[in-house]
């Protein structure tokens, strides 16, 4: 989801110095103003909705797999820069952190999920649309954006590229399974009645991961293990990835303009619907990265470490989110605007829980705060 990475981002481990731009300013001006952006593409597909009627007949007669063609467009853009950043050679590099990789794994797959299915049926009882798409947007782990925060935050780069690639391997393995769990068989044991359900077999639903996942996970991985081998490392990472990195942004732009677009009139005739996707998923912030935090410190993991493990567990996909529920319910559904509010509610979010993390960094021993090699 973001565009390019830091230029000025604090060293691994370093402290804080005195006079240093503030954290907001180590973003490049797309992404420190992505808010800004997400808000004026939110206006402007609005915009559109209103001013070309007919436009979701128009987008349905352009479909790849019931999936509209433009926005699968754009979900693929936008996550093939982030994928292509990720470091896949240093997977032995953190793997041997036994606390750090098992607390992560428990937290991402068990905990998160299970904390938004709460969430969903606590505060959306009565919209089954949005309440799965929230469960949805809580199925999807994190892979992108978290990355910035994390390096913001000055925690460990290592683990976080190791923490990413290990989730979008799970999500392919495991968010299916996951998606029936949560939507179908875990509504009906607890006597909530039928849920949403999936109305699709669950094989349908492992196809989209895989596409919308898969092939840019695959497309990333090719790119940055053939570009290292033609440019070198350095020249790979300084001339190549800023090239591709705007195009994040550009079609998570793009996608929300067609999606409100199509979601204009709940937007506007429905605005407290939005307001209700918002408060569940502040309070999700809140309990994954909060306990996350206390949890690493608890365990003796070092600053950096621990600053990671609670970024990667608060932070979502919700570019996976949002291509499956476009895919399983439909462009207009409520299930595509839950994953469509992710993005605008998680920016701010996390860039104040990057001050959260650098505040409590001195409660950390000194000795329990590593620098980068």
Request: charged share 15%; with cysteine; hydrophobic share 55%.
């Amino acid at each position: 989801m973001t565009s390019t990475e830091p230029t000025t981002a604090p060293a691994q481990g370093a402290a804080p110095v005195a006079g240093e731009d503030s954290i907001v300013r180590k973003l490049s001006t797309l992404d420190r103003y992505l808010a800004v952006w997400i808000l004026i593409a939110m206006g402007v597909g609005i915009g559109l909705g209103r001013a070309i009627p007919g436009l979701n007949s128009a987008l349905a007669k352009v479909e790849i797999g019931g999936v509209s063609l433009p926005i699968a467009v754009g979900l693929l853009i936008m996550m093939y820069p982030v994928l292509a950043k990720v470091r896949y050679d240093r997977l032995d590099r953190v793997t041997g952190d036994k606390k750090l990789m098992v607390s992560s794994l428990v937290i991402n797959w068990i905990v998160g999920p299970a904390v938004m299915f709460a969430l969903a049926w606590i505060f959306l009882s009565d919209l089954p649309a949005y309440r799965t798409g929230l469960i949805i947007v809580g199925l999807a782990r994190c892979i992108a954006m978290v990355i910035i925060w994390n390096d913001l935050a000055c925690g460990d780069r290592e683990a976080a590229a190791v923490l990413v690639a290990l989730n979008s391997v799970f999500q392919v393995l495991a968010f299916s399974l996951l998606g029936w769990l949560y939507l179908d068989g875990l509504p009906r044991w607890l006597g909530l009645g039928d849920g949403q359900g999936l109305n699709v077999p669950v094989w349908k639903i492992a196809v989209n991961v895989v596409v919308f996942l898969g092939v840019p996970l695959l497309t990333g991985f090719l790119t940055r293990r053939i570009g290292e081998q033609k440019m070198g490392r350095e020249n790979y990472e300084a001339k190549f990835l800023p090239k591709i990195g705007p195009w994040a942004l550009y079609g998570l732009l793009f996608t929300i303009v067609i999606l409100f677009a199509l979601q204009g009139k709940t937007i506007t005739h429905q605005p407290g619907d939005v307001a209700r996707i918002a408060l569940p998923l502040l309070v999700y912030f809140a309990i994954m990265f909060f306990g996350t935090f206390l949890l690493g410190k608890g365990l003796g993991l070092t600053y950096d470490r621990t600053a990671t493990l609670a970024f990667t567990a608060a932070g979502n996909n919700f570019e996976l989110a949002i291509a499956v529920a476009i895919a399983t319910f439909g462009v207009t559904s409520g299930q595509a605007l839950s994953g469509v509010v992710g993005p605008l509610i998680e920016v701010p979010v996390l860039i104040g829980l990057v001050y959260v993390a650098l505040a409590w960094r001195k409660k950390f021993a000194p000795d329990a705060v590593t620098t980068a090699p």
